[in-house]
C-alpha cells in the first residue's frame, strides 16, 4: 500500500489509512475539531492522490476500526458479497469512481456492485468526487421502497410533513399537518419528533394521526420519532406505528450513546415483522448526521465523511423504507457555512444511494450556523436534481420544537415545479381527488388547512 | 411483568411531562437538549427542572398572522381555531408556490435577530450595573468560539491571574455570567434574574462570592471556573442558542463543587429563561432554591432531589 506522493515539489507521506481518509476529505469544521483534517489545500490533493492510488483491497485489508472491536464493522463485513468483491478488489479507488461516473454503469451495474463494496470504499469514491459528479452519480440510482404507498420511482420528489409542536398539543400538530397536506406534503412520511419520550405520548399521536389518514384515506405512513424503545412499548400496547424510527451512529460506541445496539435493533425488526400493522416489506426510517460520532466521543479518530458511510453500512442491514440524513442540526463545530453543509448534504444523498438506500434529506440549519434560509433552497434544489427520495416539510420552515429551520411546504412544492418532480403517485392521485392538485399544479383551494375540518 | 412494569412508568413520567409541557417548557425534551450541542449528545443528558409558570404558554410571532391571509378560507372560525393551538406559521398562504412577501419578510426579521444575538456583544452598561469585571476563555474570536467549543470551556491564563487577584476564594457561592450563544440573552434577563437570587440567596442565609462575566464561555466552562475558586456551589447564567421565536433566552447550570472532568448528568438545569418563557425574576428566585438544596443535599445533576 503506497502511502507517499509529492504534490508540486513537496512529498507527503502519511501514516496510515485514517490519516489518507480525513485529509483527502473536503474542508470540514468538524475534522478540525477532531484534529485530523488537512493542514491546506496541498496536503489535501496529496491525500487524494494517494487516495485515488489505493486497491479497494487496500481499504479491506486495513480497517480503520477492526471487526473484531465494533458490531458495526461486522455488520458491514457480513453483507459484503465475496464473489462480487473479488471481480473488483484490484480496482483502484480511481478506477472505481470513473466505472460509477461511466456511461457502462447503469443503475443495476451500480446496484450490483455496491453489494460488494465496504462503506469505506464508497467513502473513498465520495473524497474524490466534484459536488457535480456527487450529483451525477446519485441520479442515476433509484431506489424504490414500498411501506403502506410506494417512493422513489424517477420523477418524483417525496415529503416528510413534520408538524411538530412544542408541548406536544394533538390539535397543535393536526393544525400543522392540514396546513402541509394542503400543499400537497406528506408522502413519505407524516412524522412527528416529540417532546415528551413515552409510551402514552407516542400513542396519543400515532391514533391522532391514524385517524386523520383513516378519515381523509390518506395514502402514506406514520411515525413518531421517539427513542426505539418507547416506540416498541407503545407498539406492544397496541399504537398502529406504520414506521418505526431510531437514529444511527457509524460506531458501536456512537450506537450506545443513542442507546441502542445492533441487537436492539434486531429485536424492533422482529417486533415489526411480527406485530407491525403495515403493508411492509419495508418499515424502518432511519436518520443520521456528519459528526455525530465526534460529539459522543466515538469515531476513533476516523473522519465524518467515512463514519456517515459507516452509518449506512449499518441501515442497509434492515431494508429500511426512508434514510435520511438531517445534515445541518448539528451545528458549526461540524459543519460551519452553507459550503460545508452543501457539500455535506450532497456527500450523504450519494453515498446512502450508493449503499442502494432510499435517501432524504433535512435541508437545515440552526441559528449559529454561517447559512441562512437561500443556501437552503440551493441545496433543496440541487438534491432533487440529484433525485433525492425525500425532503422534510415544516410550516415557513420555522421548526417550534426543535428550535431550527428546514424546507418548507412551499419549497418542496416549489422544487417540483420547478424541475418537473411530482409527489409518489398514489398521494398524487388521492391530491387530485381531493382537489388539490391537477396535472401536477397546486389549485386555487391548495394552501386552505380547513378543508381538512 | 416486564410491559406491565413498562406500562406504570410510562404513565408517571407521561403525567410529569405533561405538567411540564403544559408549562410550555419548550427546551427541555431530550431532542431539544440534545440540540444543544448538537443532534447527537446522548439522550440521557442534563437533568433539567422547571422553574415557574411562564407568562404565557405560547409565545406566537410578533406580527399578527391570521385569516386575513388566507383570501376565502373554506371555514373562517375553523382558520381561526387552527391558529390558536400552535405557534408554527401556518395560514400563511402563498402566491404560486412561494410565501407572501410579508410572511418572507416576518422570517428574515426573526432570523436577523437570532443572527445578531450569536455575533453581538453584552452591553458594557448592564456588566457595570453589577460591577461584573469581564474575563475571557481562549475562544479568541467568534468565528472560533463557533467552530472550537472545547476553547470556551478554558479560561486565558490572564483572566485565571484575574480571578485569582478579584476573587472571594471558596465562596459558599460562585455567581458567573456568559454570553455563550446569545449576548442579547444577558441584556435582556440579567438585571431581572441577578437581583431576585441575590434576594433568595439572602432569605436562605447563603454566601455569595466575587461575580463576574466570562466572555466566550461553553457551559463547561465552570469546571476550570471551579479549580480555580473551589465553591461550594456554582451558577452560570449563559445564554443559549437563539431560536427564532425568542433570540434572548438564558438557561441557568447550576453544579455541586464543579471540578475538571464533570459529566453533563452532574450538572442541574433551568432553560428558556426569557418573558415569555420561564419569568426572569421567578427563575432567579427559583435558582436561589435550587442552590440552597444543592448544598443540603452535597449533590447536583440527576443526583438532585427537588
Known amino acids: ?62 480497517p480503520m476500526l477492526p471487526p473484531e472491536e465494533d458490531e458495526v ?11 462480487i468483491y473479488n471481480e473488483i478488489k484490484n480496482w483502484s479507488v480511481a478506477e472505481l469512481r470513473e466505472y460509477i461516473l461511466s456511461h457502462e454503469a447503469g443503475e443495476s451495474e451500480i446496484k450490483r456492485i455496491s453489494r460488494g463494496l465496504t462503506s469505506e470504499m464508497i467513502a473513498a469514491t465520495a473524497k474524490l ?51 402541509g397536506l394542503s400543499y400537497g406534503i406528506g408522502d413519505a412520511v407524516i412524522g412527528i419528533n416529540p417532546v415528551i419520550d413515552t409510551a402514552d405520548s407516542v400513542k396519543d399521536i400515532l391514533n391522532m394521526t391514524k385517524e386523520v389518514m383513516d378519515k381523509w384515506a390518506i395514502p402514506t405512513q406514520n411515525c413518531v420519532l421517539a427513542h426505539v424503545t418507547t416506540q416498541m412499548r407503545a407498539i406492544r400496547q397496541g399504537a398502529p406505528a406504520d414506521l418505526i424510527f431510531q437514529s444511527l451512529a457509524g460506531s458501536e460506541k456512537g450506537n450506545k450513546a443513542f442507546g441502542i445496539d445492533v441487537k436492539l435493533l434486531d429485536e424492533a425488526d422482529e417486533l415489526m415483522r411480527k406485530e407491525g400493522t403495515s403493508y411492509g416489506p419495508n418499515f424502518w426510517y432511519f436518520e443520521t448526521g456528519q459528526g455525530s460520532e465526534l460529539s459522543s466521543e466515538a469515531h476513533f479518530g476516523i473522519d465524518q465523511v467515512t463514519m456517515e458511510a459507516r452509518c449506512y453500512g449499518l441501515a442497509r442491514k434492515y431494508n429500511p423504507f426512508i434514510v435520511n440524513t438531517v445534515v445541518g442540526f448539528i451545528g ?17 444523498h450519494y453515498m446512502g444511494k450508493m449503499h442502494g438506500l432510499p435517501m432524504g434529506c433535512d435541508v437545515c ?36 420544537m426543535l428550535n431550527y429551520q428546514s424546507t418548507s411546504f412551499h419549497d418542496i412544492a416549489a422544487f417540483r415545479e420547478v424541475l418537473g418532480l411530482r409527489p409518489a403517485p398514489a398521494f398524487e392521485k388521492w391530491l387530485e381527488k381531493i382537489g388539490i392538485m391537477e396535472n401536477g399544479k397546486l389549485t386555487p383551494i391548495a394552501g386552505d388547512p380547513t378543508i381538512f375540518m | 411483568m416486564e410491559q406491565q412494569l413498562d406500562f406504570l412508568v410510562d404513565k408517571v413520567v407521561a403525567e410529569l411531562q405533561k405538567k411540564l409541557a403544559e408549562l410550555g417548557e419548550k427546551t427541555s425534551g431530550p431532542k431539544a437538549e440534545a440540540a444543544v450541542e448538537g443532534k447527537a449528545a446522548p439522550q440521557q443528558g442534563i437533568a433539567p427542572v422547571t422553574a415557574t409558570k411562564p407568562q404565557e404558554t405560547h409565545s406566537a ?70 460591577s461584573l469585571f469581564t474575563v475571557e476563555t481562549q475562544y479568541d474570536n467568534t468565528e472560533n468560539y463557533l467552530k472550537r467549543p472545547d476553547m470556551g470551556r478554558v479560561l486565558t491564563e490572564e483572566s485565571v491571574r484575574l480571578i485569582q487577584e478579584r476573587c472571594q476564594k471558596r465562596p459558599q ?46 457551559v463547561a466552562s465552570m469546571d476550570h471556573i471551579g479549580e480555580i475558586l473551589e465553591p461550594e456551589v456554582l451558577v452560570l447564567l449563559i445564554g443559549e442558542r437563539p431560536g427564532l421565536v425568542t433570540a434572548h433566552s438564558m438557561s441557568a447550570y447550576m453544579c455541586y463543587r464543579p ?38 443535599q452535597k449533590a447536583s445533576g440527576v443526583k438532585l432531589v427537588l
Open chain 2, 61 to 130: 410571532p410578533a406580527e399578527p398572522k391570521g385569516t386575513a391571509l388566507i383570501p376565502n378560507p373554506k371555514w373562517k372560525e375553523g382558520l381561526d381555531e387552527l391558529l390558536a393551538s400552535t405557534p408554527a406559521r401556518i395560514g400563511v398562504w402563498r402566491t404560486g408556490v412561494r410565501p407572501l412577501t410579508k410572511t418572507m419578510l416576518q422570517l428574515r426579521r426573526d432570523h436577523a435577530a437570532a443572527v445578531d444575538a450569536v455575533y453581538g456583544e453584552v452591553s458594557q452598561e448592564v456588566l457595570d450595573q453589577f
Open chain 1, 332 to 348: 458549526p463545530e461540524y459543519l460551519y457555512d452553507s459550503r460545508q453543509v452543501i457539500r455535506a448534504g450532497l456527500e450523504d
Open chain 1, 365 to 400: 440549519y440552526t441559528n449559529h450556523m454561517k447559512v441562512d434560509q437561500n443556501d437552503m433552497d440551493n441545496l433543496g434544489i440541487l438534491l432533487s436534481a440529484a433525485g433525492v427520495n425525500f425532503v422534510i416539510g415544516v410550516a415557513m420552515a420555522d421548526d417550534v
Open chain 2, 173 to 218: 457561592v460562585q455567581i458567573v455570567v456568559s454570553d455563550g450563544l446569545s449576548a442579547s440573552a444577558v441584556d435582556a434577563n440579567l438585571k431581572d434574574v441577578l437581583p431576585s437570587l441575590m434576594d433568595s440567596l439572602k432569605s436562605y442565609g447563603l454566601s455569595c462570592g466575587t461575580p463576574f462575566f466570562v466572555k466566550g464561555g461553553r
Open chain 1, 73 to 83: 464493522s461486522r455488520v458491514i463485513e457480513e453483507g459484503i458479497n465475496e464473489k
Open chain 1, 129 to 179: 468526487m466534484s459536488n457535480l459528479d456527487l450529483i451525477t452519480a446519485a441520479a442515476k440510482i433509484r431506489v424504490v421502497t414500498h411501506c403502506n404507498t410506494a417512493i422513489g420511482q424517477q420523477g418524483v420528489l417525496a415529503s416528510r410533513v413534520q408538524p411538530n409542536h412544542p408541548s406536544d398539543s394533538v390539535q397543535g400538530i393536526k393544525a400543522s399537518l392540514y396546513e
Open chain 2, 259 to 296: 471540578r475538571k472532568g464533570m459529566v453533563e448528568s452532574e450538572r442541574t438545569v433551568i432553560s428558556n429563561i426569557h418573558r415569555q418563557g420561564t419569568s426572569p425574576i421567578e427563575a432567579g428566585a427559583h435558582i436561589g432554591t435550587i442552590l440552597a438544596k444543592m448544598l443540603e
Open chain 1, 1 to 62: 500500500m503506497n502511502t507517499k506522493t509529492t504534490v508540486l515539489g513537496q512529498t507527503y507521506q502519511f501514516r496510515d489509512l485514517k490519516e489518507i481518509f480525513a485529509k483527502a476529505n473536503e474542508d470540514k469544521s468538524g475534522d478540525q475539531l477532531a484534529g485530523i483534517a488537512a493542514s491546506d489545500s496541498r496536503e489535501r490533493v496529496a491525500a487524494k492522490q494517494v487516495l485515488a492510488d489505493l486497491t479497494l483491497a487496500d481499504i479491506r485489508n486495513n
